[in-house]
Nanobody, 123 residues
Framework: VQLQASGGGLVQAGGSLRLSCAASRRTFSNNGLGWFRQTPGNEREFVVGISWNAAFTGYADSVKGRFTISRDNAKNTVYLQMNGLQPEDTAVYYC?????????????????WGQGTQVTVSS
């Protein structure tokens, strides 16, 4: 396993969660990183991404102002702070490392994927 996501769980609407994704066996400090999410029967969708040096970030419109991505290259870890969670945020969340130094909204541009962590938001 090269990417390990954690921090998912069950939370009430309006609550917060912080996801973490730690890399092992290799460093991703030179790679863009992203978080995607997927619900049953739907394609995996882009949520947020961050460039290798955190100079650039990008967010899906649905999470802007509520989610914040950050990274700690010394710890080889990327974080996703999720505030103001809503039932429509319920999904399995995946972290991924891009092929390039920046992030992409295209999931095919990511080579390494974590195993996913379930986020469930109750109304």
């Amino acid at each position: 396993v090269q990417l390990q996501a954690s921090g998912g769980g069950l939370v009430q609407a309006g609550g917060s969660l912080r996801l973490s994704c730690a890399a092992s066996r290799r460093t991703f400090s030179n790679n863009g990183l992203g978080w995607f999410r997927q619900t049953p029967g739907n394609e995996r969708e882009f949520v947020v991404g961050i460039s290798w040096n955190a100079a650039f970030t990008g967010y899906a419109d649905s999470v802007k102002g509520r989610f914040t991505i950050s990274r700690d290259n010394a710890k080889n870890t990327v974080y996703l702070q999720m505030n103001g969670l809503q039932p429509e945020d319920t999904a399995v969340y995946y972290c991924a490392a891009a092929l390039s130094a920046t992030y992409s909204t295209d999931r095919t541009r990511y080579r390494y994927w974590g195993q996913g962590t379930q986020v469930t938001v109750s109304s």
